[in-house]
């Protein structure tokens, strides 16, 4: 059975742009969760999807946005990025809500903002 | 003051040596994890635990919920086992809420052979 997967795995963008990952999580998994990590702040939790309804956010500012499609995959946005949003994402799947499941992470997108 | 506190923060063991991560918490958990990240970004989840004990190969895990502690054992440590080991947790709130893992700083290990 295939892991879960992340695209794109790097991604290079400047200040002001806005960006969108994607997850793909393993077959049958219905839930994704998303994480940051960066070097100051360690992995910090972004949002957690469940059969396409967001059922936790974490302290994020608005700029940070998901979603989930009815096949699970689920993409999130970062708008008007800021230096500070230079980190690696990770996704991570579960067969259900993550509250009660180990979690399957993925390879991670390794985002530079110039 | 971080809400789960992980020691120590660096560890350096020589090759077949036993090792111990620690993982402390401030609150009530449902649930603590123990994960393991590569150089490169991977991350594996070890063990989920909400009491006792858990094993798998050279790996044990323990909780105690009362003294809200949990360790990470490595025996006969190997160079294949350098990475950073994270203690993550579940605190004990409502459904939703509770679905968001609080994660330590991590414990950066590096086994010599």
């Known amino acids: 059975k295939a892991g879960v997967t992340q695209t794109p795995r790097y991604l290079i963008k400047t200040r002001g742009q806005q960006v969108t990952l994607s997850c793909s999580p393993i077959?049958?998994?219905?839930?994704v969760s998303w994480y940051q990590q960066t070097p100051g702040q360690g992995l910090q939790f972004l949002f957690e999807?469940?059969?396409?309804?967001?059922?936790n956010k974490g302290n994020f500012p608005g700029r940070f946005s998901g979603r989930q499609f009815s096949n699970s995959r689920s993409e999130m946005n970062v708008s008007t990025l800021e230096l500070g949003d230079s980190a690696l994402y990770l996704c991570?799947?579960?067969?259900?809500?993550?509250?009660?499941?180990?979690?399957?992470f993925g390879p991670g997108t390794r985002l530079l903002v110039l | 003051k971080n809400e789960v506190e992980q020691s120590p923060q660096n560890l350096t063991a020589q090759e077949g040596e036993f090792i111990t991560i620690n993982c402390s918490y401030s609150?009530?958990?449902?649930?603590l994890h123990w994960l393991q990240q590569h150089p490169g970004g991977g991350i594996v989840s070890l063990f989920m635990?909400?009491?006792g004990k858990k094993k798998h190969g050279r790996l044990i895990a323990t909780i105690n919920i009362q003294e809200k502690h949990s360790s990470l054992h490595i025996t006969a440590s190997h160079p294949r086992d350098s990475a950073v080991y994270i203690c993550?947790?579940?605190?004990?709130?409502?459904?939703?809420?509770?679905?968001?893992?609080?994660f330590g700083e991590g414990t950066q290990l590096t086994v010599n052979p």
């Open positions: 993550a947790v579940r605190f004990a709130m409502g459904e939703t809420s509770g679905s968001r893992l609080t």
């Open positions: 077959s049958g998994h219905r839930s």
């Open positions: 609150v009530g958990i449902s649930a």
């Open positions: 635990l909400s009491s």
């Open positions: 991570a799947s579960s067969l259900a809500p993550a509250s009660v499941e180990t979690q399957y």
């Open positions: 999807y469940f059969s396409e309804t967001q059922r």
